[in-house]
């Protein structure tokens, strides 16, 4: 479906919070917003009492949120969805051929590792198409779009996909190179290799920056080179962000179980609507290069 957002939802708050961002987001660029609940297969599977009340219940939810979403702004189309499956398969497929797929989640402590059994995380890992995590008190409204600035695969990936959504929200957007200072080596070449490493990290703001100003010439465009854990930084650089845009690679595979490390770490720490994009969901990298100005390698 061209140019719209599917909304997974269901009778939480955290839901609600993804519903206004995704409207206000459908308001800024015409979009059309799916609202899709999934009834779990697995409850209410032995009892055909049981799973036609979970069946009229799931209208019913359905039915309020479609009056909510309108609500929230005139011009919106909003059509609802009901399926039956596994929760997180069954909005992994809802997401191909869809702009963006949202979801809520409750905020939680700071959380290093392996995390099983949350929906936004495996969501964010089989998505086919870049999935936007809201947290639970998100106020929506235009701000800015940040992200990640990177030069791997995934990394052009997160930036293409972020400079669209600037331009297409009316935001700023802020690039952010997050680099690490030397550890293990005397002062004096430590102080020699942060100065390389910032100059690095600043050389690279300055290629991704031109590109972006390339595309959009009216953008408005800022950077910020942050020392520090590239998780945490990025965090603390989107607190007051409509969208944070990070990259993921998953190798060419959509089946892939694993989830960066920065990725998982900003979504277990998330304070602002975090974007995951995959390599293999890109379609504007390669369009990038065409446009004059454009620097797809900042670093030589």
């Given at each position: 479906m061209h140019n719209a957002i599917a909304v997974g939802i269901c009778d939480s708050s955290a839901s609600r919070t993804a519903i206004r961002w995704a409207v206000q987001r459908a308001s800024l660029t015409g979009a059309a917003v799916q609202l899709v609940h999934v009834l779990d297969h697995q409850a209410g599977q032995n009892d055909p009492d049981d799973d036609a009340r979970r069946t009229l219940l799931g209208h019913d939810l359905l039915t309020r949120e479609v009056w909510f979403a309108r609500s929230l702004a005139t011009?919106?189309?909003?059509?609802?969805?009901?399926?039956?499956?596994?929760?997180?398969?069954?909005?992994?497929?809802?997401?191909?051929?869809?702009?963006?797929?949202?979801?809520?989640?409750?905020?939680?402590?700071?959380?290093?590792g392996t995390v099983y059994g949350s929906t936004s995380l495996q969501l964010a890992t089989a998505g086919r198409c870049p999935v936007v995590v809201v947290?639970?008190?998100?106020?929506?409204?235009?701000?800015?779009?940040?992200?990640?600035?990177?030069?791997?695969?995934?990394?052009?990936?997160?930036?293409?996909?972020?400079?669209?959504?600037?331009?297409a929200t009316g935001q700023d957007l802020v690039i952010v190179r997050v680099w690490k200072a030397a550890e293990g080596v005397s002062d004096a070449d430590a102080e020699d290799a942060d100065e390389a490493s910032r100059d690095v990290a600043q050389r690279m703001l300055a290629g991704f920056a031109a590109t972006a100003r390339a595309i959009h010439p009216h953008l408005?465009?800022?950077?910020?080179?942050?020392?520090?854990?590239?998780?945490?930084?990025?965090?603390?650089?989107?607190?007051?962000?409509?969208?944070?845009?990070?990259?993921?690679?998953?190798?060419?595979?959509?089946?892939?179980?694993?989830?960066?490390?920065?990725?998982?770490?900003?979504?277990?720490?998330?304070?602002?609507?975090?974007?995951?994009?995959?390599?293999?969901?890109?379609?504007?990298?390669?369009?990038?290069?065409?446009?004059?100005?454009?620097v797809l390698d900042p670093i030589p």
């Open positions: 011009g919106v189309a909003v059509g609802a969805t009901l399926l039956r499956g596994s929760v997180m398969w069954e909005l992994t497929r809802a997401s191909t051929g869809v702009d963006l797929i949202v979801v809520g989640t409750h905020k939680t402590g700071f959380i290093h947290p639970g008190g998100t106020s929506p409204g235009p701000r800015s779009v940040v992200v990640g600035a990177d030069d791997s695969g995934a990394g052009y990936a997160a930036f293409a996909v972020a400079v669209g959504e600037a331009f408005t465009v800022r950077v910020r080179a942050i020392e520090g854990s590239s998780a945490r930084a990025l965090v603390r650089a989107s607190a007051m962000a409509q969208l944070l845009v990070l990259g993921s690679s998953r190798e060419g595979r959509l089946d892939s179980p694993v989830l960066g490390a920065v990725c998982h770490d900003a979504l277990m720490n998330i304070v602002s609507p975090t974007a995951i994009v995959h390599v293999d969901e890109d379609r504007a990298v390669e369009g990038l290069a065409g446009h004059p100005g454009a």
